[in-house]
């Protein structure tokens, strides 16, 4: 073959190369045609609007977007196991997204910040947070974890129900064993609530309120309802001590081996989605009160100027514990009242 073909050759085939790798953004992530499938892990029942919202939105948004070279897969239930597995599983890639509730503060404490008792008063100043540079500051340390934090879902006003008697104050909590996640938000504001705190894994919940293991747990309605926890707690306490969410993380290195079109599609889709499960989460939650009413669920509202008093020393403790997220709840408060 002539030298000068050979040449031309090896030049087009340069210049090809140097295309590809120009649309890729200089990376070697994945093309966009390529195929990409995430494995998304979630803790919540099928009907759950995070779960509604992962199907309806998240998944039929991405894999519309991507013209089918995304595939999502949501197991839902605790199917691949409590949460604490899951974030492990999300670490080493083997799963690559999930949603997690307040037990990710196990290994990222900052988080703790949206998880403070009564830092949300209402609806209004949960959106205001949410839908502001302050989501991301308060997610940014997860990638010293392998992880990246992209989103934060509503999980709604946590109550409390229990099986022995009506909360129509704070004594009424003295002594009674209530299970709370395997989170340090929890813990702190029932252990100033003077009840007996017990920490157990959500898939453990049910079987421990039925054989009368705890006499109660703390959860939004939506929760309640989904799980059928309502069926063997007769008493709740709208308490509202602390606003629930789920943050949704994946694996970093899969993360940034995707190309800026796909984590695009999937970060606006996730964007949508959030929105979406504040909607639905607060139309569901009104329901599901109503559905605890109809199985005879005794619902009290004890004034909350007591409860509020007690966990005072929570933000004392957190200070200490973390000074340095003080000026990011300075910040927290101050966005939510404007």
Request: proline share 3%; charged share 25%.
């Amino acid at each position: 073959m002539n030298k000068k073909i050979i040449i031309a050759l090896l030049i087009i085939l340069l210049a090809a190369g140097a295309y590809i790798f120009l649309k890729n953004g200089g990376k070697g992530g994945n093309s966009a045609a390529e195929k990409v499938t995430i494995k998304f892990a979630s803790v919540s029942a099928t009907k759950h609007p995070v779960v509604v919202a992962l199907n309806d939105v998240f998944k039929k948004e991405v894999e519309e977007k991507s013209n089918g070279n995304i595939s999502v897969q949501i197991f839902d239930n605790g199917s691949l196991g409590e949460e604490s597995a899951m974030m492990e599983q999300t670490q080493l890639g083997t799963v690559q997204m999930a949603s997690i509730s307040e037990v990710i503060s196990a290994i990222e404490p900052k988080i703790n910040v949206l998880n403070l008792p009564y830092i949300f008063e209402n609806n209004e100043q949960v959106d205001a947070v949410i839908d502001s540079e302050l989501k991301d500051e308060i997610l940014s340390d997860l990638q010293k974890h392998k992880l990246i934090g992209l989103q934060i879902f509503e999980n709604g006003f946590r109550v409390v129900t229990n099986s022995k008697r009506p909360i129509n104050r704070l004594a009424d909590l003295n002594g009674l064993k209530i299970r709370t996640p395997k989170s340090d938000a929890q813990i702190n504001i029932f252990n100033a609530f003077s009840a007996n705190v017990t920490p157990l894994n959500f898939n453990e919940l049910y079987g421990a309120l039925q054989q009368k293991v705890v006499d109660g747990q703390e959860n939004g309605y939506n929760t309640i309802v989904t799980q059928s926890f309502y069926e063997v707690q007769p008493y709740l306490a709208e308490t509202n001590h602390m606003w629930g969410s789920f943050v949704i993380i994946a694996n970093l290195d899969w993360w940034n081996k995707l190309t800026d079109e796909n984590r695009q599609i999937i970060q606006s889709a996730l964007d949508g989605a959030s929105k979406y499960v504040r909607e639905i989460s607060r139309e569901e939650a009104a329901k599901n009160k109503k559905i605890c009413e109809e199985h005879n669920v005794q619902i009290t509202t004890p004034d909350l100027a007591e409860f509020v008093k007690s966990v005072e020393p929570v933000y004392e403790k957190f200070y200490r514990e973390y000074p340095d997220y003080k000026p990011l709840v300075e910040k927290l408060l101050e966005k939510k009242n404007h």
